[in-house]
């Protein structure tokens, strides 16, 4: 009677194997899938569309304004040559950040333009950042300007700086 039992067991654990390899390894009709090559029956191209959201741009903008200081000021700006048009790296480059000021913190951002034409989309931001003149022991308050862009048809996600310019 044990015997039966154990045939039983193993005939029901057979079952569920085959079971799992058909269902894992074949189709229904009886072909073998490749589950690394094989391909989803629907058609879906996903597309990178641009986020128009000015506070999650903000935050973004804060966090390349102050990376880019840091890499202009420690003259390693090719560190975040991807957040750089080639004409932004190049002027960036050729000049030579003081020594004695050291970036501290932005202090507010706004975006004062918010434009774009077949290409690209453009935003201008102005930044009030502090920065700390070792040289005389002060906090200097900077207002500058910075102007992103982002090509409509790139598939890279970042913004690029083309322009800064000085307010005060």
């Not at 506070?55 to 750089?84: P, T």
């Not at 975006?111 to 005389?136: C, G, M, P």
């Not at 790139?154 to 913004?159: A, I, L």
């Amino acid at each position: 009677m044990s015997e039966f039992i154990d045939i039983l067991l193993f005939g029901a654990i057979a079952v569920f194997l085959v079971y799992r390899l058909r269902s894992i390894l074949g189709s229904t009709d009886g072909k073998i899938v490749n589950l690394k090559t094989k391909r989803p029956q629907t058609k879906f191209n996903p597309k990178i569309v641009p986020k128009n959201d000015n506070d999650e741009f903000l935050k973004g903008a804060n966090k390349a304004y102050e990376m880019i200081v840091q890499a202009y000021q420690s003259n390693n700006i090719l560190n975040v040559k991807d957040l750089l048009t080639p004409e932004a790296l190049k002027a960036m480059e050729q000049a030579k950040a003081p020594k004695e000021i050291k970036f501290s913190e932005v202090k507010a951002s706004s975006i004062i333009e918010d434009k774009s034409d077949e290409q690209r989309l453009v935003k201008s931001v102005k930044f009030e950042t502090e920065h700390y003149n070792v040289a005389n022991n002060e906090i200097l308050t900077v207002v500058e300007e910075w102007g992103f862009e982002k090509e409509k048809k790139s598939s890279d996600p970042n913004w690029k700086l083309f322009s800064i310019k000085l307010v005060s």
